[in-house]
């Protein structure tokens, strides 16, 4: 969290990353009074909204074709901060495609709950493709990548795959996985995490996510919020940073409206009259 700015931005969608769908996103950040994108470039999906150099992407299908590196570097000439958002543990494609990288049910069946198929946050693998992501991204020139579904599912007696001496739970396994990835990339480019409303306000989320941790391995966190709860909201997140990195920035409210004169993300953008 050291050395953070005030980040205003607005969302772009993976299905809106082509040369024509971004520029309509950067004409409006002027009047939106934003600063910065988060780009979708990793959705739920595993169809990567760009063509990655990465080994696994290629092997297993999972490039999309957008010429994503020309155009990072005409956004940085503009001092646009760009922040790349990757599904994480949540991942269709690769899932179906090698299933060995998949939580299984004790039945020895893939995973799946309303979000998707589920990837072994254990799994060497899997770690290492996200964190080849992470720093590609870090070569293009991007400042921060945002990771949701960095969490467990809400089920439990489920297969990993990792032998392991002590059956883990939620909150051990999404721990193991968030010191991973700090590991293996906050050298290089910013950290961040998507939280779940249920963890910010209760401390320990369903999902695994420990707030007390989260904020103490990722840069920023980001979390759905509203204008009848930012205070609050914004209160806890202070409530588990670390004195000397206790800073209002580090939180990062998702609304339809901005909130407030701290760093926000724009799920949509207001346009001229």
């Known amino acids: ?33 934003a600063n910065g994108l988060v780009l979708e470039l990793k959705p739920q999906s595993g169809q990567l909204a760009y063509a990655s150099g990465v080994e696994m992407a290629r092997a297993y299908g999972l490039n999309g074709s957008f010429d994503l590196a020309g155009q990072v570097s005409a956004l940085k000439e503009r001092d646009i901060y760009l922040v790349a ?14 299933t060995n ?15 998707g198929t589920w990837l072994d946050p254990y799994s060497p693998d ?31 007696d489920l297969m990993y795959s990792q032998e392991m001496t002590t059956p883990p739970d ?13 590991k293996a990339v906050g050298d290089s480019i910013k ?37 009848a709860s930012i205070e609050n909201d914004r209160a806890l997140a202070l409530s588990y940073m670390e004195e000397e990195v206790r800073f209002a920035d580090r939180f990062v409210p998702i609304a339809y409206t901005a909130l407030g004169d701290n760093s926000w993300l724009l799920l949509t953008w207001k346009t001229e009259e």
């Open 191 to 227: 950290l961040s995490l998507r939280c779940s409303a249920d963890a910010l306000r209760n401390g320990v989320g369903v999902n695994g996510q420990d707030m007390d941790l989260m904020f103490r391995v990722f840069d920023r966190v980001y979390c759905a919020s509203e204008r």
């Open 85 to 98: 958002d990757l599904a994480c543990c949540v991942d269709d494609l690769l899932a179906s495609r090698n």
């Open 126 to 156: 899997v770690r290492a493709y996200l964190s080849d992501l992470c720093l590609e991204l870090a070569d293009m020139g991007f400042d921060e990548v945002l990771l949701t579904y960095a969490a467990h599912p809400e089920a439990t």
């Open 101 to 115: 990288l998949a939580l299984k049910t004790q039945t020895g069946e893939v995973y799946r709950s309303e979000a």
């Open 1 to 33: 969290g050291v050395g953070l700015s005030t980040m205003k931005a607005i969302y772009v969608p993976a299905t809106e990353l082509t040369d024509t769908g971004l520029m309509n996103y950067v004409n409006r950040l002027e009047i939106n009074n």
């Open 170 to 182: 939620a909150v051990s396994t999404v721990s193991s996985f968030a010191i991973a990835m700090e």
